[in-house]
């Protein structure tokens, strides 16, 4: 990136290079990190340039971070978007993960992480399957795919969240109501607890307010 001469987009440079170092303490980093969400449009101007040509790490920072500081800006929404197509698969989840506080890109942000839960890195499928968890009745037409990420998953967290999504979607995951049974039936514990309360807000019709995109579900 070039050398900025603005005071603050200089320092916003340095705390970038702070939270995306190895040698940063946790301490140290959320210092950097509190203090770059204060530094406003410098901030999101680094942070911007850093997403389009910065490393694999500092993409990634930029990606989340930019969620937390330009949510009424639309050219934030720009960029998270057009990073759904980066080369980077943890930087393309990171920027779906953002996009949800963006009304106008969740249909996208969603569709993208419903992707990942099939993907072979269990550190993907998880940080799609936590950020998919409070999605509610948007995510209603993946219910297949949902069903089919159920029966393939072996990770008690990331089946736990797939199952509370169904829960939060309500009555139009009543096709799942077979697949959550059978988990009840065979995980006792945490993992079927929460199958149990899906079930239970499924059948009594309870689903998010959002309303459920009209398109029907694409093959992931």
Aim: negative net charge; proline residues 6%; without cysteine.
């Amino acid at each position: 990136m070039e050398p900025l001469l603005d005071p603050q987009a200089e320092r916003a440079e340095f705390l970038l290079k702070e939270l995306t170092s190895a040698s940063t303490t946790p301490e140290k980093w959320e210092e950097a990190h509190d203090e770059l969400l204060t530094l406003g449009d410098a901030g999101i101007t680094v942070l911007i340039s850093a997403l389009k040509a910065g490393s694999d790490v500092e993409r990634e920072l930029a990606s989340t971070t930019l969620a937390i500081m330009g949510g009424d800006n639309p050219q934030v929404g720009a960029v998270l978007l057009a990073a759904l197509k980066d080369e980077s698969r943890f930087v393309q989840a990171n920027a779906a993960a953002a996009l949800l506080v963006f009304p106008e890109h969740a249909d996208a942000a969603i569709s993208t992480l419903i992707t990942f839960l099939e993907q072979d890195d269990p550190q993907l499928r998880q940080v799609a399957a936590l950020n998919l968890s409070s999605v509610g009745a948007d995510a209603s037409p993946y219910i297949s795919s949902l069903k089919r990420s159920l029966t393939q998953e072996n990770s008690p967290e990331v089946t736990t969240a797939i199952v509370e999504l169904l829960g939060r979607i309500g009555n139009a995951a009543e096709p799942a109501l077979p697949v959550l049974r059978q988990i009840v039936f065979e995980q006792p514990g945490e993992v079927g607890t929460a199958a149990q309360s899906a079930i239970q807000l499924i059948e009594a019709g309870d689903s998010s307010t959002a309303t459920a995109p009209s398109s029907s579900e694409a093959s992931p």
